[in-house]
């Protein structure tokens, strides 16, 4: 007999349900889980945590000795890698998280290793890098419409990396699923985002603190002990022992972060399958009749 995971995912819930299942689940994967992300997304999250700290910096000291042409540069280039950075989190993220989630339906969490949640995970990163960049284009072309298009878009479209790790989809069939799987559920999706959204600022928030308060800190010293800022630079930051810690930190809290949305966008995902589709009342239907037969040949 195969592997039953303590968690059904095809199954009907309802709003509180699904945000009481999105933490059972971490809790329950919390180790596998969270060393998978840490190993997969944290390096790639630590360096847009750098390079923001780097551009905060730099905005700090832009005004310092003058506007010259290298310091503009310098500047749109180090904003440059912040967004790539940002778009390739918004592809890997998803990939492990749901990855994860595919290899859990096969294996204890005990059992789970990284191959398993790697597997095809390079497509998977393509198809949801070019399904983000679409989906950006499009929610900024309905933003320019009164926001709420754009908006609407938005909600909609959050669905998307699901579909896409979960059935194999491409990114132009998952725009497509995406409106047919919220028709009625939209409203419900927005709920779920807003308060995971929140959560999530709370959490990303209290794990930030401590590289804030380093930061200011630094800023107040060099006001106090110079006068402007031109004390600072990036190797004060870089070289910190405190920085890099508290930057290790924060990528833990981001990755938290991220992992509470992603999966409760899977939850979702899962409860609007089954009440169009009954996938997992199929399933369960399957394995009686796989019991059935079973019994039925150790009897004769």
Do not use: C
């Amino acid at each position: 007999m195969g592997y039953t995971p303590q968690i059904e995912f095809y199954k009907k819930r309802q709003f509180g349900d699904k945000l009481n299942m999105t933490f059972v689940f971490l809790r329950e994967n919390a180790w596998p889980y969270l060393r998978a992300q840490l190993l997969i997304s944290g390096p790639i999250l630590l360096i847009s945590n750098i390079l923001m700290s780097q551009l905060s910096l730099g905005v700090f000291n832009f005004g310092e000795g003058g506007f010259t042409p290298d310091m503009i540069i310098n500047m749109f280039s180090l904003y440059g890698l912040v967004m790539i950075s940002a778009v390739v989190t918004s592809a890997v993220l998803p990939a492990v998280a749901y990855g994860y989630m595919k290899a859990y339906q096969h294996k204890a969490p005990s059992e789970i290793r990284i191959p398993d949640v790697t597997k095809n995970l390079l497509s998977k990163i393509f198809n949801l890098l070019v399904f983000n960049v679409l989906t950006a284009i499009v929610v900024v072309i309905g933003m320019f419409f009164f926001v709420i298009p754009g908006v609407y878009l938005g909600v909609v479209l959050s669905l998307g990396s699901a579909i896409i790790v979960f059935e194999d989809n491409n990114p132009i069939d998952a725009f497509g699923r995406a409106f047919k799987l919220i028709k009625d559920k939209w409203w419900s999706t927005l709920g779920l985002l807003f308060v995971t959204g929140i959560i999530g600022y709370v959490i990303n928030m209290l794990f930030s603190l401590p590289r804030t308060l380093l930061v200011f800190g630094d800023v107040f010293t060099s006001v106090q002990e110079s006068g402007d800022l031109s004390s600072l630079d990036e190797s004060n930051f870089g070289s910190n022992p405190l920085s890099i810690l508290f930057s290790v930190l924060e990528t833990f809290g981001a990755v938290l972060t991220y992992s509470i949305s992603f999966l409760a966008l899977a939850f979702q995902y899962f409860n609007l399958v089954e009440r169009r589709e009954s996938r997992g009342l199929m399933s369960r239907i399957e394995q009686m009749d796989d019991a059935g037969n079973v019994e039925d040949e150790e009897t004769y």
